[in-house]
């Protein structure tokens, strides 16, 4: 089941489907948003350089709603109206925003988390993803949905973590699978990655003010059709 808005110039620019990801859930249903990259901030590192939603099979859809033009706040609307149009669904678990995409601005960031936030009430879920433009939209914008600020650096973890988020990082490798505390973040790595328990069954993303509470960063490690364009760009960074 999808949903697609369409519109004289946001023809194609967002849509929101469910999902067969198994990383997600492997028992119930998972629900997805994607939205144009042209609602992704510049500064993002991957843009263009190892964005997996560039390539794969997710690449098709990319570039399909890449085709769209529109000012952020425009796109936001129209993913909020593809959320909308989902169906009420007893075997929700939850609604993942943005597999490729962003809200680069407060009233972008509020439009779409409305939208999820009544979506996760109305099927007793949980709405969360992942945001760059964390510097640029107060945490407060995204509501109740359970937001993690995608950071570069530990150092960037602990500005988004006083800035209200709790952040998530991409590294090139898991050097360790257990959580373990740098520069006074805890660093916990993925269990999908390390465990391969799904997203259903670990949760630390379905609850990000509890992660910052604990002072805690997701790390992520690179992974994807795009994994070693996403190593070579980190190590270009960290050089």
Known sequence: MKAEIHGDVLTGAAKACRTSNRKITRGRHAYVTMASQASCPLSCPLLGAGCYAEAGPQGIHTARLNKASGTPEAIARAEAEAIASLP?????VCLRLHVV???VTAEAA???AEAAEAWAVRNDATAYGYTHAWRDVPREAWRSVSILASVETMAEAREAIEAGYAPAIVVA???EKRARVVDSVRVIPCPNQTRDVTCDECRLCFNAEALHKRRAVIAFEAHGARARVIRDTLKARDA
């Open 101 to 103: 995409g962003d809200c």
């Open 173 to 175: 490798e898991h050097t």
């Open 110 to 112: 509020s439009t779409v």
């Open 88 to 92: 009420d669904d007893a075997q929700a």
